[in-house]
C-alpha cells in the first residue's frame, strides 16, 4: 500500500532563506508526483507536477525533484517570502487515485 | 476555459439530513475524482468516475455515501443522513481522458458543516 510521508510536519523559518521540503513514498510505481499549496481555509493550488519519467521541475523560485527509485522527492523554495507561509502537500499518483501527506506547514517570518 | 467548479462552496446540515455537492469539471475533462480532508488531516481519496460509470470507488464509506456521473450536467456527491464526523473538505478534480498520467485538476472544495 502507498504511503506518503511528509517532513517536517511545520518549519518556520526568517525572511529570505532557502528551504526545502522533504516527502518520500513507499512504492516507486507511480505515473506522476505533484506538489500543492493550500491556504487555510481553502483550496489546492497546483505548484509543480513531475511525471515519472522526468527528474526535476522548476517554476520561478520553486524547484522540485523526484528520486523514483529510492522513493524520495524534495521542495526547494529560495528566497523565501512571507507570502510563501501556507501547508504544503506532496502527492504521487499510483493508480486512479492520488496518495497525498499530510503535509508540510510552512511559516515565513518577516 | 474556467477552471474546476464546485457548488456550493458552504454547506451547512444538522444531523440527519442529506448533502448534496456538485462538481463541474473543466471543459474537455471527463473523468471525476472526489477527496476528503478531514480536519488536520491529509486529503483521502474517496471515488473515480468516468461519465455514467463508477471506476473506482474503493475510498467510498460503504454506506450513506453514493456518487454519480451523469451523461449531463456535474457529478453529484451525496451524503445521506449526515453525521457529525462527515464534517470536511471535500475536494473535486478532473483530468482529460487518458493515461494515469495525465494531471488531476482541483476546485475550491466545498466545506461541509454537520451542527
Known amino acids: 500500500k502507498q504511503e506518503v510521508t511528509q517532513i517536517p510536519a511545520a518549519l518556520s523559518v526568517p525572511e529570505g532563506e532557502n528551504l526545502v521540503l522533504n516527502c518520500s513514498f513507499t512504492d516507486s510505481a507511480i505515473y506522476n508526483l505533484q506538489w500543492f499549496r493550500q491556504d487555510p481555509g481553502k483550496g489546492l493550488t497546483s505548484l509543480l507536477l513531475i511525471q515519472s519519467s522526468q527528474r526535476e521541475q522548476t517554476s520561478g523560485r520553486l524547484n522540485a525533484s523526484l528520486d523514483k527509485s529510492s522513493g524520495r522527492s524534495t521542495l526547494y523554495i529560495a528566497a523565501s517570502q512571507p507570502g510563501d507561509s501556507a501547508t504544503y502537500l506532496c502527492?504521487?499518483?499510483?493508480?486512479?487515485?492520488?496518495?497525498f501527506g499530510a503535509g508540510t506547514r510552512l511559516t515565513v517570518k518577516p | 476555459n474556467a477552471g474546476v467548479m464546485q457548488n456550493p462552496r458552504h454547506l451547512v446540515r444538522r444531523r440527519g439530513q442529506e448533502a448534496r455537492l456538485r462538481c463541474s469539471p473543466m471543459?474537455?475533462?471527463?473523468?471525476v475524482y472526489w477527496y476528503r480532508q478531514l480536519p488536520e488531516e491529509g486529503l483521502k481519496f474517496m471515488v473515480y468516475?468516468?461519465?455514467?460509470?463508477?471506476?473506482?470507488e474503493s475510498g467510498m464509506p460503504k454506506e450513506r455515501f453514493s456518487a454519480e456521473f451523469p451523461k449531463e450536467g456535474p457529478s453529484i456527491l451525496r451524503i445521506q443522513q449526515v453525521v457529525r464526523g462527515d464534517s470536511a473538505a471535500y475536494f473535486c478534480a478532473s483530468s482529460r481522458p487518458g493515461p494515469a498520467s495525465n494531471e488531476q485538476f482541483f476546485g475550491p472544495g466545498t466545506r461541509l458543516t454537520v451542527l
Open positions: 502527492a504521487v499518483r499510483p493508480d486512479n487515485d492520488m496518495r
Open positions: 471543459k474537455g475533462h471527463s473523468h
Open positions: 468516475l468516468q461519465k455514467e460509470n463508477i471506476i473506482d
